[in-house]
C-alpha cells in the first residue's frame, strides 16, 4: 500500500500559508462532496461513499431492532416453504401440477384466502395420457390409443390446477425481462394506465419484455406480480419496486398484487409529480387509506421485521400431505415459496445473509397492510448538500478560534450531533438520510486543521525517530514519542539480557553461492528474524555477516525482558522451520542456527567516537551471551542461556546442559536449554529429566560405570541426546585420569 505524502501539502503551505491552504483545501472537499449529492448520488451505486452509506443504513437499520420497530400487521401471514424436507419427500422441482393443485386444495380448505406463489410456472405440463396416446400409435396400437381417451380429461393436470384456484384467491408471479424479444406467457391486468404525455416523462423501471405463466393458469387466477427485486451495489437488497413500466402501463409487484387481491382492489391511485424540468416521478401510491411513499424508481425500503423466520413457516410437503394444523391458516395470507439453497432463492439482505426471497415478500406484504415503511425521500440529496455546505463553511470559519483541544472536543460533538440528526429521522420519522459524506467531511476537516499542529509536533519528535527507529520497534518508537525526554543516549548500567544468533556453516554455504544470491538468501532471513524480535519487544543491536545481536530492557524498560527474550529465540527457530521449504524451492542450502541468550548487568547507551556511534551494550555478561551461541554447534543444541535468564522464566521447563568456564573468566556457570512451556511439556520430558539427573549425579560422584549405563540409555532413547554423547567422550577422556579433589563436574571451555 503506497504511502501517504505530505510533499503537495507542503507545497501549499510555502506558497498559501498555512492558514490559506486549510481553507483552500477546505472548500474543495466541501464544494466536491456537496456537488456530488446534487448531481450524481441519485444514480450512484458503487462509489465509496455510496458503500460507506449502505454500511450506515445497515447499522442503523439493526440498532434497537425488536418486535416493536416496524408494526406487524393484523392479518396473519403464513409462507408454505418448498423447503429441503419438501424436495426430499416429494422430489425434484419443479413438482407436477396435479401436486401444486393439492396444495392450494388443501390451502383453501384450510381457509387461507389469499395464496400468492413466489415460484414461476411458464410452460405448459405435457398430459402424460396423450404422450401414451401417441406411443401406441406409432407402435401400430390405435385401439389401445382409442382406450387411452377417457383418461385424458383425468390428465390435464394445468386445467385440474387452474379449476383449484377458484376455490381461494391466488396471485401468480412472473418476471420481466430487457430483452423486447422474450414475450412468454401471458401478462396479468396491469393497476393503471399512463396517458401518452406522462409515457416519455416517467422515470420508472422499463421492461421490455416478460417471462409469465401460461395463459390457463393466468386467466384461473385473480392476478400476478412480478418478482424482481432492487439489488444494491453491495449486493444486499434493502429497497424493492412496487411497481414496473411495460408500454403504456404500471404493473404490481407480488407482494402489491396480493395486497389489492386481499383488498379486493383491481386499480390503485398513484401520484405523479415532477422530478425535474424534464421527468416526472411516482412520487406516492394509495393502498386503501395508506398513502404508500416511492422514491423517483417507485422503489420502497423494505420494512424488515427482524433477521430470518418473522412469519411462521410451513413444509409445503406438509400442506400437499394435508399433515398440518388447519387452525392458523383460517383467513390468512399465504406465500408459497423456497428456501432450498439449491433453488438459488435467498438473498442478502441488511438483517441478513441467505434470507429467502419469498420472506422478502411477506415483509413488503406486512408493511403494506400496515401502512409502515422507512422512506428514502426524493430530497435527501439536496438536504445533504445543504448540510455539507454549512457544516463545511461554518467549520472552517470557527476552527481557527479553538485550540487543538477544543477542536478535537468540537469535532467529537459534531460527529456525535450528525448521527443523532440522522438516527433521529430515522426513528422518529421512518426517515432515511445519507451519512456517509457528512460524517465523512466532518472527519476530514478535522483532522485538516489539527495538521497544523501535528506538523510542529513532529519536528520534535523526528530526532528521537531518526535515532532509535533503527533500532527499536514501532511501538516502542511511540512510547517512547510521548516522553522523548526520558529517552537520551547517555551511558547508564541496567540488568537486561542479550541474545546472539549465528547461521552454522555460514562459510560453507556463501561458497556456494553468487554475491546477489547470498544477499537475497541473507534479506530472505533477516526480514522475518527483525520481525519476530521487533514483535518481542527487543532492541536490534546490530547485523555482523550472518550474525544477528539483540537485547531486551533498553531504551525501554522491561521487566519480563529475560521472558521476551526467550519467546523469540523459540519463535526463530519455528520461523526457520516454515523459512527453509521456502529456501529450497528456491535452490538455497537449509538455514540452521545457534541461539545464545544471557541476562544480567549491562552497560548500555550510544557509544562510538566522534564520527560514528551506535546504540549498543557492553559487558561480562553480553560476552558470556555470545560464548553460549557458540557453545551451541558444540552440545548440539539450538538455544544455550545462562543460570540467570533460566531463574527469570519460572513458567519454562528447562534442561540442564554443563557447568562450564568460559576461557578467561573464574567463575563457572551453568548452562541450560529451554525445552517449552510447563503446560505444553512433551510427556517423555520428565522422565529424560530424571534418568539424566541421575546420570549427572554419577558422573559428579565420579561414577564412571553407572554414568556411562545411564548415559548410553539416554542415547538411545532421547530424541534430543548430543548432549549424552558430548558427556560418553568426555568420561572416556578423564575416568583414567586423576581429578582435584575439589572438582565439581565444571568443564574448560579453551576455544
Known amino acids: 500500500m503506497p504511502s501517504l505524502s505530505l510533499t503537495p501539502f507542503l507545497n501549499l503551505i510555502h506558497r498559501y500559508g498555512l492558514r490559506g491552504t486549510v481553507i483552500l483545501i477546505s472548500v474543495f472537499v466541501t464544494l466536491t462532496l456537496a456537488s456530488y449529492h446534487l448531481f450524481q448520488a441519485q444514480s450512484d451505486h458503487n462509489s465509496f461513499i455510496k ?23 393484523d392479518e396473519k401471514i403464513i409462507i408454505v416453504d418448498i423447503d429441503e424436507k419438501s424436495l426430499a419427500e416429494e422430489g425434484r422441482w419443479p413438482w407436477p401440477r396435479d401436486k401444486i393443485a393439492k396444495l392450494v386444495e388443501n390451502l383453501a380448505a384450510a381457509g387461507t384466502v389469499v395464496i400468492g406463489f413466489d415460484i414461476l410456472m411458464t410452460e405448459p405440463q405435457v398430459n402424460p395420457t396423450r404422450s401414451l396416446q401417441q406411443q401406441a400409435i406409432l407402435k401400430g396400437r390405435p385401439d389401445l390409443a382409442g382406450q387411452l381417451e377417457s383418461f385424458i380429461a383425468d390428465t390435464e393436470y394445468d386445467a385440474i390446477l387452474a379449476n383449484t384456484f377458484s376455490q381461494s384467491d391466488i396471485v401468480l408471479s412472473f418476471l420481466f425481462q430487457d430483452d423486447a424479444a422474450i414475450k412468454v406467457g401471458q401478462l396479468p391486468e396491469p393497476i393503471y394506465h399512463l396517458k401518452k404525455n406522462q409515457l416519455s416523462r416517467l422515470l420508472a423501471i422499463r421492461a421490455n419484455g416478460f417471462t409469465a405463466n401460461v395463459p390457463i393458469l393466468q386467466q384461473a387466477a385473480t392476478g400476478a406480480g412480478f418478482i424482481v427485486s432492487s439489488i ?90 394435508n399433515s ?5 391458516f383460517n383467513n390468512a395470507l399465504v406465500l408459497v415459496g423456497t428456501s432450498s439453497v439449491g433453488l438459488a432463492d435467498l438473498r442478502n439482505t441488511p438483517v441478513g445473509i441467505q434470507f429467502p426471497g419469498v420472506e422478502v415478500h411477506a415483509n413488503l406484504l406486512n408493511g403494506l397492510l400496515k401502512g409502515t ?8 440529496n439536496t438536504i445533504t448538500a445543504l448540510i455539507l455546505l454549512l457544516l463545511g463553511f461554518s467549520f472552517t470559519y470557527y476552527s481557527s478560534r479553538l485550540g487543538p483541544f477544543q477542536l478535537t472536543i468540537a469535532t467529537i460533538a459534531l460527529l456525535i ?51 532509535f527507529g533503527q533500532y527499536v520497534p514501532s511501538a516502542h518508537i511511540s512510547h517512547m514519542l510521548s516522553e522523548p525526554a526520558k529517552y537520551g543516549f547517555e551511558g547508564e548500567t541496567r540488568e537486561m539480557t ?59 524498560v522491561d521487566p519480563n525482558h529475560a521472558l521476551h527474550a526467550l519467546e523469540s529465540a523459540v519463535d526463530m527457530l519455528n520461523i ?78 528447562f534442561r540442564f546442559i554443563d557447568k562450564i ?48 549405563v545411564l548415559f548410553t540409555e539416554l542415547l538411545f532413547k532421547s530424541a534430543q541426546a548430543s548432549v549424552y554423547a558430548v558427556y560418553l567422550t568426555r568420561i572416556e577422556g578423564i575416568r583414567d585420569e586423576p581429578l582435584p579433589a575439589d572438582w565439581d563436574g565444571t568443564f574448560l571451555h579453551t576455544d
Open 232 to 321: 444494491d451495489g453491495d449486493g444486499v437488497l434493502r429497497s424493492a419496486p412496487m411497481m414496473q413500466l411495460y408500454q403504456e402501463q404500471l404493473y404490481p409487484s407480488l407482494s402489491l398484487a396480493m395486497g389489492m387481491a386481499y383488498m379486493v382492489l383491481d386499480q390503485t391511485d398513484v401520484n405523479i409529480r415532477s422530478f425535474s424540468a424534464d421527468f416526472d416521478m411516482i412520487s406516492k401510491f394509495n393502498f386503501v387509506d395508506h398513502q404508500i411513499y416511492t422514491d423517483f424508481k417507485a422503489r420502497v425500503l423494505v420494512p424488515y421485521l427482524g433477521p430470518r423466520g418473522q412469519f411462521p413457516y410451513v413444509s409445503a410437503s406438509d400442506i400437499v400431505r
Open 324 to 328: 398440518f394444523n388447519p387452525e392458523p
Open 51 to 73: 458503500r460507506l452509506d449502505y454500511l450506515f443504513y445497515d447499522w442503523r437499520y439493526n440498532l434497537f431492532l425488536d418486535e416493536d420497530r416496524f408494526p406487524r400487521a
Open 373 to 380: 415503511f422507512p422512506v428514502d425521500i426524493v430530497e435527501s
Open 498 to 556: 542479550v541474545l546472539f544468533s549465528d547461521v552454522r556453516s555460514f562459510t560453507t554455504i556463501s561458497e556456494d553461492l553468487t554475491a546477489t544470491q547470498l544477499k537475497d538468501l541473507l534479506n530472505r532471513y533477516f526480514t522475518p528474524i527483525t520481525e519476530s524480535i521487533f514483535n518481542h519487544q527487543g532492541t536490534i543491536d546490530k547485523y555482523v555477516g550472518d550474525m544477528v545481536m539483540a537485547f531486551w530492557g533498553a531504551p525501554l
Open 661 to 708: 568456564l568460559v576461557r578467561g573468566k573464574k567463575v563457572s556457570v551453568d548452562v541450560y536449554e529451554p525445552l517449552a512451556p510447563i503446560e505444553r511439556l512433551a510427556s517423555h520430558w520428565p522422565a529424560e529429566l530424571a534418568l539424566f539427573d541421575s546420570a549427572y549425579e554419577a558422573y559428579l560422584q565420579q561414577d564412571w560405570d553407572r554414568a556411562t
Open 576 to 653: 526457520l522451520e516454515r523459512l527453509n521449504p521456502q529456501l529450497a524451492a528456491l535452490g538455497y542450502p537449509e538455514i540452521k542456527v545457534g541461539i545464545g541468550l544471557n541476562t544480567g548487568l549491562m552497560n548500555v547507551g550510544d557509544m562510538g567516537s566522534s564520527f560514528r556511534k551506535a546504540y549498543t551494550v557492553l559487558g561480562d555478561s553480553v560476552n558470556l551471551g555470545s560464548r553460549l551461541e557458540s557453545l551451541t554447534k558444540y552440545y548440539g543444541t539450538n538455544i544455550l542461556v545462562g543460570p540467570e535468564t533460566k531463574n527469570q522464566c519460572p513458567g519454562w521447563v
Open 417 to 467: 450531533g450528525l448521527v443523532s440528526f440522522n438516527l433521529y429521522f430515522w426513528f422518529q420519522q421512518n426517515i432515511s438520510l445519507p451519512l456517509a459524506s457528512s460524517f465523512l467531511l466532518t472527519l476530514a476537516l478535522g483532522t485538516l486543521h489539527l495538521l497544523e499542529g501535528f506538523l510542529s509536533e513532529r519536528r520534535a519528535k523526528q530526532h528521537v525517530t531518526s535515532v
